[in-house]
Structures are given as C-alpha cells and as structure tokens.
C-alpha cells in the first residue's frame, strides 16, 4: 500500500507505527513543517512543506485559533497537489488533526481511507477546565463557547475520518458518543526490553554528585514545568521534603517553556515563579540536593528513572504522559495524582500510591513513607513494571494492535 503520514511534528505519536509499515514493504510518505529539507528516516520518505506567515484576520477572537488551522490545512492541502502531480496516491492517511492540517486531503485524494489519531476532545462540561481554580479562570459560556471552536477541526475530520485511534480509555471517554463506535484504544507502546530497571546504575548530576541505586533520589519530570503537570505542589512540597529527608537528592527534568498552561503573568517562566515562592524557606544545604536537568537526552532520561527511589508524577485531569508509563516500566516505585487518567495506570497501594494532587502535606508524608520502606518500593516497583509488559509492550502488545488499526482501514 501506499501510506501517508500527516503531522506537524513528525513523528510525534507515530514515531513507531511508520517505520514499521515502511519495514513491512508499504511505502510511506509523511508530510509535515517541522523540517525544511527532504529527507529519509527508517524507511519513510520525509516531506517538508511550509507554512506561510500572515497576519491575522480573524477580528472575533473565538476564530483565531481555527484559523489558524485553516492556514495550515490549506498549506498541507497545496502541498499534497504537489505531491500527487508527482505521482503519489495514497491508499491510506493517517493523520493528528489537533492542527487542521488533514482538513482539506479528502479532496486531494478522494479515495484515501482516513484513520485519525484521537488525542483529546476539549471537554466543555466538566471540571478538567476548572480542575485548578488557582490557575484557571471559572467556567463561563464564553469559556465554553471557545471551546466549542477548538473542537470544530476534530468534528469536521470525523465527517471522512474511517476510524480513530487514541492511547487511554481517558482520552476515549472525552469524544462525543457518536464519535466513539470509530475509535480504537491502542496505546503508543513502551519498548520495555530498552526501559528497564538497572540495579547498577550510575547517574552523574552536571557539576554535582554521582549518584547510584544506594542513594535516595527524588525524582519528577515535566515537559516544560508548569501547573498542568503538579509543577507547583512539587515546589510547595519541597521544604518540608528536604527538611524530613536530609540525605535526599531530588532530581528534577523539564523546560522552562509551556506545553500546556498558559504563561504565567510578568515575564516570569513557571519554573522560576515557583523556585522564587519557596527558595527563602529552604536552606543553602538543602537547596544543594535539589538538581534542575533540563531536558535530556533520552539515554540520560533512562537513566535518570532508574536511579530513582521514588518517583512523583502529577497531572491534572488530562492526556497522560508517557513518562509514567516508562516510569512504570522502569520499576519505579510511583506516587501519582489521584485524578482520572493516572487512576487507569495505578491501582492504589498495589502498582503506586496515589494522592490528591493539592495535598502537599500528605505527598510529603507519602514521599517519606515510601522511602523508608524498601520492601514496598520492591513490590510497588516489581507491579508497575509488571502491568506495562503485560498490556503496554510496545513489541508485543501496542505495536502488533496498532498495524492491524491500519491494515483494517
């Protein structure tokens, strides 16, 4: 067959499935604007196309973001003519519509059978939009009304879209029900022969210590540090922390951009709002164990999860990260949020602990308990590991689901 790929950041969440087509003899084609040469990566023939800067039109500020979308719809969409001059004609596209992108391709190649990969539909009626009242206006009509548009590209693709495919029953249960008979729960896949708990590991912090498995080590990643990702009560958790647990490294991996929250006001990243909240109440000595990484390479990341005694992983109602899952597969012993997707990774007290996420005090106490009790950590650790090879193997499990998605369409 003939496969096309639509993603603005290529790979992204098909960093697996296309290769593997491309493996088994398919040629497929992606297109995307995240590079600007052509190139070949694993057997998939890379497209750039660009987008063209314009100024914004759109004078009702509820149109700026589809807007936005048809910029990049029409400039994928005048990319595919080119490419089917040339001579491509895609039996199958697999595209993630969250940027429009894929809009317009059905009138490119009419015949192509669309598979779209699910990741959130913008709930307009629960609390995940007023989970965090501290960082998050009332919901409104207005609100609401907004949403309404940020929705409209999704609705639009389901209008051709053959199936849909998305990681978690959380992010399933966020689609209207009429969308729901189309997609198919099918996680992106851990690789869990290369996650994978190291007992001799030997992590060395820039311009800091060395540490190893008989250290106790703290650890807690975002993408970018922010509320979305508990950022905040981590911080506000952290004296108390570092006064109950001198010995303590805490490691610490993330941007200072934001991938999900809007900015904070004054110019500020949330990553230093938050150090400037709580740094005069923890010591010169103490603030010593606290490591800021960054972001890091992904043998580095590894690495960094399999020197960890206990592992933090915070979030609100939203798409989960992958980072718990390799967590998870990396034996971490794991203290979670309680909030809906962390819930349907974690069974309480068998695979991690799980908190309220604004309990600051009670995940200083959990924190604590859990590192004085390795016994726990072992069985906690052994369970977590033990649930993502059985249901989230990326080889045995995802992988294998994900190309008969495809090949159905």
């Known amino acids: 067959m003939n496969i096309l790929f ?53 004078e009702h500020p509820w149109l700026i973001d589809f807007e936005t979308k048809i910029i990049r719809a029409e400039a994928c969409y005048r990319a595919a003519l080119q490419v089917k001059e040339a ?47 501290e960082f998050q206006d009332p919901v409104t009509t207005d609100a609401m009304c907004r949403l309404d548009m940020k929705n409209l590209s999704t609705k639009l693709h389901f209008e051709f879209a053959k199936a849909g495919i998305t990681p978690t029953q959380f992010q399933f249960q966020t689609f209207p029900k009429q969308f729901q008979d189309r997609i198919s729960v099918i996680h992106d896949g851990i690789d869990t022969n290369d996650v994978r708990p190291d007992p001799d590991v030997v992590f060395r912090v820039p311009d800091g210590p060395t540490l190893t498995r008989q250290n106790e080590v703290i650890t807690f990643i975002n993408r970018n540090f922010e509320p979305m990702r508990g950022y905040h009560i981590f911080m506000r958790a952290l004296p108390e922390l570092l006064r109950a647990r001198p010995n303590a490294h805490v490691l610490m991996v993330g941007g200072d951009s934001v991938s999900y929250s809007k900015a904070p006001d004054g110019g500020k990243s949330w990553k230093q709002m938050f150090i400037d909240e709580v740094r005069a109440q923890i010591s010169d000595n103490d603030w010593a164990r606290v490591h800021f990484l960054g972001r890091v390479d992904y043998p580095v990341f590894k690495k960094f999860l399999q020197v960890s005694t206990v592992h933090v992983y915070l979030t609100y109602p ?7 899952l390799e967590a998870m597969s990396a034996e971490c012993a794991i203290i979670g949020s309680d909030t809906s997707p962390v819930r349907e990774l974690i069974r309480n007290d068998e695979i991690g602990i799980l908190v309220d996420f604004f309990a600051k005090d009670q995940l200083v106490q959990d924190i604590s308990a859990l590192l004085d009790d390795s016994d726990k950590r072992a069985v906690l650790g052994r369970a977590a590991r033990q649930h993502i090879v059985e249901n989230y193997d990326l080889q045995t499990k995802c992988l294998p689901q994900q190309l008969d998605w495809v090949h159905s369409l």
């Open 6 to 58: 639509i993603h603005q950041n290529f790979p992204g969440q098909f960093k697996h499935l296309a290769p593997a087509l491309a493996a088994q003899g398919h040629r497929v084609v992606a297109l995307t604007c995240r590079f600007k040469e052509r190139k070949q990566w694993r057997g998939v023939d890379i497209l750039p196309y660009p987008l063209q800067k314009r100024f914004q039109t759109s």
């Open 87 to 133: 001579g491509f004609t895609p039996d199958i596209i697999v595209s993630h519509p969250g940027w429009g992108e894929s809009l317009y391709l059905p009138r490119v190649w009419p015949n192509a059978r669309v598979g779209i990969f699910c990741e959130l539909y913008y709930d307009t009626t629960d609390q995940t939009n007023y989970f965090d009242p």
């Open 318 to 324: 939203f798409v989960l990260s992958w980072s718990l």
